[in-house]
Structures are given as C-alpha cells and as structure tokens.
C-alpha cells in the first residue's frame, strides 16, 4: 500500500508541475499575442473572433502602401460629402499600410457580426461599381476581401467599437 500512496503522491506532484508549466506557457504566449496586435484595445477592443479568408485574387504589382493609404482616404472623402454622418471609419495601419481598420461610429450597424458581414457585403456593391473593379472582374465573382487583396491588404479588423472585435486575415 504504501508505494502506491508514493506513487499516487509523485503523480500528482507531477501532475501538478506540469500544469504549472502549462499556465507558464500559455500565459507567455498569449502576452505575446496581445502585444503582437497593437492595434487592439486602442482602435478597438481585444479581438473576439478570427478567420482566414481565401482570396480569389492576386496583389496586384503595383499595390503599395500608397496605393492602400490613397484608396482609404478615397473612402473616406466619399462618406464624408454624402448628406448623413458615416456609420464607419475606416483606416489603414501598419508600416506598410497592410492593415484594414473598420470601426462601426453609431450603436447599430456594427452590433453584431452578421450586421459587420452585411456591411462588408455593401463595400462588395460598391466597389463592383467601380470601373476598375470591373475591369479586374468583369464576372462580379470577387468581394471585398478579393479587392483588398488586390490593394495588397493582409488583414482587416471590424468592430462594433464598443464590445468586440473580428479580424480576417486575407491570403
């Protein structure tokens, strides 16, 4: 009996090492995930939620950082001449302006992600109604996501601005 209390004690002695070791690492790891985006709990909250997206699109060339900052401010002098406040801002960060910012500026439109993914079904419209859209898909099968890729984006983060925070990286 008694070696068994030994070895009952050393596992759990064991057992108890390791899960130490576990927090440890775990609490390491995910320190260097919070640090790695900067961006979060600055521009918006800690980021709930993630995905890949696929992109059924090439970086063009010629996509650099200015290309990324000029198509934000485009956007953005847009919203700003229609006749109602912009539900959105939208920005780029990054060194090389590869990160897509769309931060929901009313309760309501971003509440939700389902809400966050029509609007980003709206942007698809949108920039299908452009001329060069067209021209790079004359078939109307890319999206947004498809257009940012084009743009040379690597990631986009949407949130409501309050409570939570979803980020796509796009490949």
Same mark, same amino acid.
């Given at each position: 009996?008694?070696?068994?209390?030994?070895?009952?004690?050393?596992?759990?002695?064991?057992?108890?090492?390791?899960?130490?070791?576990?927090?440890?690492?775990?609490?390491?790891?995910?320190?260097?995930?919070?640090?790695?985006?900067?961006?979060?709990?600055?521009?918006?909250?800690?980021?709930?939620?993630?995905?890949?997206?696929?992109?059924?699109?090439?970086? +063009?060339?010629?996509?650099?950082?200015? %290309?990324? &900052?000029?198509?934000?401010?485009?956007? /953005? =002098?847009?919203? @700003?001449?229609?006749?109602?406040?912009?539900?959105?801002?939208?920005?780029?960060?990054?060194?090389?302006?590869?990160?897509?910012?769309?931060?929901?500026?009313?309760?309501?439109? +971003?509440?939700t992600l389902f809400r966050a %993914?029509? &609007?980003?079904?709206?942007?698809?419209? /949108? =920039?299908?109604? @452009?001329?060069?859209?067209?021209?790079?898909?004359?078939?109307a099968h890319y999206t947004f996501?498809?257009?940012?890729?084009?743009?040379?984006?690597?990631?986009?983060?949407?949130?409501?601005?309050?409570?939570?925070?979803?980020?796509?990286?796009?490949?």
């Amino acid at each position: 009996m008694r070696g068994q209390c030994r070895s009952r004690g050393y596992r759990l002695a064991s057992a108890w090492l390791a899960g130490c070791a576990l927090v440890a690492i775990l609490g390491t790891a995910s320190d260097a995930v919070s640090t790695e985006d900067r961006h979060a709990g600055y521009y918006y909250p800690a980021v709930s939620s993630s995905e890949i997206y696929h992109s059924r699109a090439e970086t +063009l060339r010629d996509s650099d950082r200015n %290309r990324r &900052v000029g198509f934000v401010t485009g956007v /953005t =002098a847009g919203q @700003t001449e229609r006749p109602y406040a912009p539900i959105t801002a939208m920005y780029a960060k990054g060194t090389e302006a590869e990160k897509l910012i769309l931060i929901g500026l009313q309760n309501g439109p +971003l509440d939700t992600l389902f809400r966050a %993914r029509a &609007v980003l079904a709206m942007l698809t419209a /949108t =920039a299908r109604t @452009t001329a060069v859209f067209r021209d790079l898909d004359p078939q109307a099968h890319y999206t947004f996501l498809d257009l940012l890729k084009l743009l040379g984006f690597t990631q986009i983060t949407v949130s409501d601005g309050r409570t939570w925070a979803h980020q796509i990286e796009i490949q």
